[in-house]
């Protein structure tokens, strides 16, 4: 059972930017496609970004595309969200997702096995 534990999470100004990080608990994380997902109040949890598991592949929703950057560093177990030009409508709990690619599609949760807890993003204006 894989573990995830996000960190990173804060209050910010609109334009500030911030990382988000994403432990894993297991030597296999090299072998899983990570994601993060957000979900803001009131709203259904909404796809973000992956990258692969090699690293070579990364896919971005189209609302933080030039904003938001997914790396990931094998040797540590950890994958990042790297958060720049933040809006207040970037506002949520942000969660990171793992698994190995399988036959549902990567920006959708159903891909995913495991979860972190979240961590709340507050943008102000």
């Known amino acids: 059972q894989v573990q995830l534990v996000e960190s990173g999470g804060g209050l910010v100004q609109a334009g500030d930017s911030l990382r988000l990080s994403c432990a894993a608990s297991e030597r296999a994380f090299v072998t899983y496609v990570m994601a993060w997902f957000r979900q803001a109040p009131g709203k259904e949890r909404e796809f973000v970004g992956y990258?692969?598991?090699?690293?070579?592949?990364?896919y971005y929703a189209d609302s933080v595309k030039g904003r938001f950057t997914i790396s990931r560093d094998n040797a540590k177990n950890t994958a990042y969200l790297q958060m720049n030009s933040l809006k207040p409508e970037d506002t949520a709990v942000y969660y990171c997702a793992a698994d190995q690619p399988g036959g549902a599609p990567l920006y959708s949760s159903r891909a995913y096995s495991y979860w972190g807890q979240g961590t709340r993003v507050t943008v102000s204006s």
């Open positions: 990258i692969r598991p090699s690293g070579g592949t990364r």
